[in-house]
């Protein structure tokens, strides 16, 4: 409340009591990792809104529903990152069928994926083939080879969704 | 973890600055309306873009700075609002004199004046804030009253200050009686 009002002598003990209580209500909803940023960035929301603070709510709540926003938006967003690396798993598409029309089936989409393959560059087609195919090329380092996946399957994945939609 | 946590505080309390700069510049956005009513009712374009600016100026540094200040130049709009009020009102509704010499006007603000130094002193009284803030409040309330006394010109500014302080002066003694 104090500080809301801009009494700088307050900032200590605030920053001091806080830190720990939002690290703890972080960790019980996120990795280790992620509770550090999460309880950071809710910390420094905190800071930067206590002017907007209404001295009629109760100032824990008021903290703790800031820190609860954070913690969803980190979800959100690893969720979102996890979808966007998640890697179209050429080499664990299923195996050949037993029905004809499950032949028929896996034969169309390797079709459609040779296709979708065929318009990218000769870059992005040879790192995906050795990303399925686990043969990652000699001397590449780990994180190119990683960069120009990412790059590759981005570009699949925007061909894929020209030609077919969202499926 | 001791040097991390450091540099987290020197990152909160720039964030909490950030945010009483921010609260100070919402504050000052209510300057906006009182110079256009300014601009419309005195003709004194660069006289209001000045005196605007420079209300804008102390709202935003006495909210920055928050406590007695904060409080004080919230009260000071609010109060400045009267002088502000009355003579753009008698200027735009009627136009009570023809010429530029009128007395109406300069009454008008020390009317206005009187008003609002009683009203900043009971209000600055009935939040508790203390010298600083009153000082606060009544340069912010007489920034906002000389926006609508540029209207009387240089009498109608004089006569503001002299309303302000016979308003404040009288219930700031009786106050302090009680």
Known sequence: MRLADGDRTAFHPVFVALLPLLRRFAARGLSPADAEDAAQEALLKVFRRATEFDRRRDALSWILGIAAYEIKTVRRRRERRREADAPIDLASRPAPAATPEEQAITADLDAAIEAAIATLSPLDASTLRAFAFDERPAGLPPATFRKRLERAIARLRARWKEDHGDR | ?178
């Open chain 2, 1 to 178: 973890m001791a040097t991390a946590d450091a540099a987290l505080e020197t990152r909160a309390r720039q964030a909490y600055e950030t945010g009483r700069w921010m609260l100070g510049l919402r504050h000052a956005a209510a300057v906006v309306p009182m110079a256009a009513l300014s601009l419309i009712a005195c003709g004194r374009p660069t006289a209001t873009v000045t005196g605007a600016i420079v209300l804008a100026a102390v709202v935003v540094v006495c909210e920055w700075n928050g406590r007695q200040l904060g409080r004080g130049s919230r009260i000071g709009l609010l109060a400045g609002l009267v002088p502000l009020l009355v003579p753009v009102i008698l200027e735009t509704s009627g136009r009570v004199c023809g010429s530029s010499l009128c007395s109406f006007y300069p009454a008008a603000c020390l009317g206005g004046g009187v008003v609002a130094g009683a009203l900043l002193i009971q209000w600055c009284r009935w939040r508790r804030v203390g010298a600083a803030g009153m000082c606060a409040a009544g340069t912010v309330a007489g920034l906002a009253g000389t926006l609508g006394c540029l209207v009387a010109g240089l009498s109608g500014l004089l006569a503001l200050a002299v309303g302000l302080g016979l308003g404040a002066v009288p219930v700031l003694a009786w106050r302090r009686a009680a």
